[in-house]
């Protein structure tokens, strides 16, 4: 329900990529952050992004979260819906959203085949599973606000995303909060 909706116009790996190119940053990949934490210089502020239940491993007990599984199709029409996301509230539909990501991008919209991705919604209960939203039931909000306790006795580090704080966030306001923290520090 945004006045307005989009995507950077290079999209969002181009925004992180001019981002990341400062020799401040090293980038790491397929690392697990547990795995080297101590490793980590803290003459900097350090930026968690993950769950904050493992940051803390899981003392008040693991935090509620969904996950999500796509399913990709190419289908032989222009247009298969009319516009880049369409939720599916309904109880008879397995999935929850449709993305076609083409009405992002003005410029292929005359591509004669399009490519939709179906998002399935289903609780991370599987090891391996990738936490995407909370869970906002009474036992996880009394437990996050012990984790949340918690926060303020780590010094330098900055607790982020809808993973580190453990909220619904959409994208525009994750970067609001990074801004906010910037200019707190």
């Known amino acids: 329900?945004?006045?307005?909706?989009?995507?950077?116009?290079?999209?969002?790996?181009?925004?992180?990529?001019?981002?990341?190119?400062?020799?401040?940053?090293?980038?790491?990949?397929e690392t697990d952050?547990?795995?080297?934490?101590?490793?980590?210089?803290?003459?900097?502020?350090l930026v968690y992004s993950g769950p904050i239940d493992r940051y803390f491993g899981y003392r008040h007990g693991k935090l509620g979260w969904r996950t999500l599984?796509?399913?990709?199709?190419?289908?032989?029409?222009?247009?298969?819906?009319?516009?880049?996301?369409?939720n599916y509230a309904d109880g008879s539909v397995k999935f929850t959203r449709i993305h076609e990501f083409k009405h992002l991008h003005p410029e292929r919209t005359a591509i004669?085949?399009?490519?939709?991705?179906?998002?399935?919604?289903?609780f991370a209960d599987k090891p391996g599973d990738e936490p995407y939203y909370p869970i906002a039931t009474e036992e996880n909000r009394i437990r996050f606000k012990r984790y949340e306790r918690d926060c303020k006795g780590e010094k330098g580090v900055i607790f982020g995303g809808r993973l580190g704080?453990?909220?619904?966030?959409d994208m525009h306001q994750v970067i609001g909060s990074a801004?906010?923290?910037f200019e707190k520090l």
């Open 33 to 45: 952050y547990f795995e080297i934490r101590d490793q980590i210089s803290r003459t900097l502020p």
């Open 165 to 169: 704080m453990y909220q619904y966030l």
């Open 69 to 86: 599984d796509f399913e990709t199709e190419v289908h032989d029409v222009k247009d298969y819906q009319g516009t880049s996301v369409m």
């Open 179 to 181: 801004l906010a923290s």
């Open 112 to 122: 004669p085949k399009t490519i939709i991705t179906k998002e399935f919604s289903r």
């Open 1 to 29: 329900d945004d006045t307005y909706q989009g995507i950077p116009k290079d999209g969002y790996t181009s925004v992180f990529e001019r981002m990341l190119d400062h020799p401040n940053i090293e980038v790491m990949l």
